[in-house]
DNA sequence: TATATTTGCATCGTGAACGATATAAATAAC
DNA sequence: GTTATTTATATCGTTCACGATGCAAATATA
């Protein structure tokens, strides 16, 4: 009755944590920009390629178009990207990187590695990453079902 | 310029979204007895050790009490804790579970075993969940410094 | 013992998350 | 070709997270 509600042995608690954590480690080095975390995650799935509907940007980061919406308004409102409506599906919303953000990829260039050597430790290190990115896309694979 | 930017390259994205749905697929056990993961993760802290001030369950939770005060008071608006100043130090708000918050822990009973079955897969398995327990906590001792 | 500092908690504002619901456009069924 | 259904997005309400700030009690300092 006990040991399975400790707090020690929940991965989830973990996880939440964790998360959490990397995230106000990427709080000063993207606020300097004026962006939020789940902003900077848009801007990496536009930088690998613009001009995207709304559902593929929730798609790819297994989110709501209730969270993402707002979220990308906020963006256009920072003049960071453009919402269009689709010309063949005029349901879509089209969101396109503007000069300002496509040019914060070179601002921010020093953004990965800086929060990647933020996170190395004993039990976490290039050898070792591989086998938790294996592991935690497993629970992800797992939990979309 | 490219490779780093690349979600499939992030750890942090991994852990956020392994968060998130792991904390979905407690929400429809939790939400039948009226309760979010946050407030479940306090009921964790004080099923363990009841009365406890404010302070010592945020620090527990790795949360700020700005973010924890509100959800205790949504939590006492439930009748699940009460709420009162303490003697010695009467800057402290002390924590205690209501009979009906202590009475949750039997109606639950089965939450953590249902939530870790759902988690379980290829490569997350009791065997490799201690590695995998391991590396996290590193990154949450090395990201608290 | 006054004054300064620290500590514990609360308030406020903003930005996510997300369930529930709404709306319009596209597609399917009849 | 209507009507029904699905699809893409948006709106709304609630609950976190969290930085910034405020306040009162406790403690340290002068």
């Given at each position: 009755m006990e040991e399975k509600f400790?707090?020690?042995?929940?991965l989830c608690f973990r996880l939440y944590t964790a998360s959490r954590l990397i995230t106000q480690a990427y709080h000063p080095l993207l606020g300097e920009h004026g962006l939020t975390y789940p902003q900077y995650l848009v801007l990496l799935v536009l930088w690998e390629k613009?001009?995207?509907p709304v559902n593929d940007i929730a798609k790819r980061l297994v989110l709501e178009t209730n969270t993402v919406t707002p979220l990308l308004k906020r963006m256009e409102a920072e003049g960071i990207v453009t919402r269009s409506k689709g010309k063949?599906?005029?349901?879509q919303m089209i969101v396109r990187l503007t000069k300002k953000g496509h040019d914060l990829q070179k601002k921010l260039t020093d953004v990965p590695e800086t929060v990647g050597n933020a996170v190395i430790c004993k039990s976490v290190t290039p050898e070792t990453v591989p086998g938790l990115f294996g592991m935690l896309d497993d629970i992800i694979k797992q939990l979309k079902q």
């Open positions: 400790k707090l020690e042995n929940q613009d001009a995207q063949e599906d005029a349901r």
